[in-house]
Nanobody, 127 residues
């Protein structure tokens, strides 16, 4: 499985970006796709997740109301629309997929739940 994350870049505070994550080489049905982010010296933190077949979404409190996660199942691609960006959103953003049905639970917040990871895309928000 390959996950290709893209769409990162430099944006001013208050601006928007849309990240994409395209999955290829799948031999199983994705159950959950999660997004995490990481800044230097810090652990990777959960940002959002989507239940692949149902489209249900969950967000971290820090991004709720500003980020919107969606997917196109036929294209095996997910989109993380990021609005009202803040400098504290600056990080490398990673997408990841999980094939276990149990991933759609509190397990979604844990990195170990996910089987495959994208390479990450850098988002920089200037003040």
């Amino acid at each position: 499985v390959q996950l290709q994350a893209s769409g990162g870049g430099l944006v001013q505070a208050g601006g928007s970006l849309r990240l994409s994550c395209a999955a290829s080489g799948l031999t199983f049905v994705i159950q959950t796709m999660g997004w995490f982010r990481q800044t230097p010296g810090k652990e990777r933190e959960f940002v959002a997740a989507i239940r692949w077949l149902g489209g249900n979404t969950v967000y971290a409190d820090s991004v709720k109301g500003r980020l919107t996660l969606s997917r196109e199942t036929a294209k095996r691609t997910a989109y993380l629309q990021m609005d009202s960006l803040k400098p504290e959103d600056t990080a490398v953003y990673y997408c990841a997929t999980a094939k276990d049905r149990k991933s759609w639970s509190t397990a979604m917040f844990t990195e170990a739940t996910y089987d495959d990871w994208g390479q990450g895309t850098l988002v920089t928000v200037s003040s």
